[in-house]
Nanobody, 126 residues
């Protein structure tokens, strides 16, 4: 088991920014591929951004140019910087992780991840 704890969610007006953090409780965080997912009420959980063990990233089309995924291996922390937020970004955001190598094409697939955090709520008002 890999405990993941998200933080940084909140309420913001459209056009604003938030930075989500995910603390990874393992000494080998750099050996995990990781991703951010979100789930709005009544909708499926969808991949937002992913990063593999080499640092390569991938984004959903809906957030490209607005969101940035990054990680600080020294702090065992994953981040999601969200700019130019829109009301349709409102959702519960989840951090997820998996061990080893994963082709980048699979980083936004929910089934690729065995480990999940509890989520942090992001609400964007118009």
């Amino acid at each position: 088991q890999v405990p993941l704890v998200e933080s940084g969610g909140g309420s913001v007006q459209a056009g604003g920014s938030l930075r989500l953090s995910c603390a990874v409780s393992t000494y080998t965080a750099s050996r995990y591929y990781m991703g951010w997912f979100r789930q709005a009420p009544g909708k499926e959980r969808e991949g937002v951004a992913g990063i593999d063990t080499s640092g390569s990233t991938i984004y959903a089309d809906s957030v490209k140019g607005r969101f940035t995924i990054s990680q600080d291996n020294a702090k065992n922390t994953l981040y999601l910087q969200m700019n130019s937020l829109k009301p349709e970004d409102t959702a519960m955001y989840y951090c997820a992780a998996g061990w080893g190598f994963l082709h980048s094409g699979w980083l936004l697939q929910r089934g690729s991840y065995p480990y999940w955090g509890q989520g942090t709520q992001v609400t964007v008002s118009s």
